[in-house]
């Protein structure tokens, strides 16, 4: 991520469609991705992603707390999972 945040929506659209059309490809790459998320998330921050981008990533972080709710829950995401 650089200071132009505009190229992290279509970033965040390709990871949205691989998560939903073969998932097992993004699995091994949790550990890193979720920093990532807690980012650009974090109301403190500037916004780096948008309404459009942050209504699916919060569905993604909800799905992927289903899955990995230990590493959903060390990483900070867990108030974006219920």
């Given at each position: 991520m650089t200071k132009d945040f505009l190229e992290n929506r279509p970033l965040f659209k390709a990871i949205f469609?691989?998560?939903?059309n073969a998932p097992q490809v993004l699995t091994p790459y949790i550990d890193q991705?979720?920093?990532v998320f807690v980012k650009v998330l974090d109301p403190?921050?500037?916004?780096?992603?948008?309404d459009e981008v942050r209504a699916p990533l919060i569905a993604l972080v909800r799905a992927l707390n289903a899955e990995f709710p230990?590493?959903?829950?060390?990483?900070g995401l867990q108030v974006f999972a219920s």
């Open positions: 469609y691989i998560f939903q991705l979720l920093p403190n921050e500037v916004d780096q992603i948008g230990d590493k959903i829950a060390a990483s």
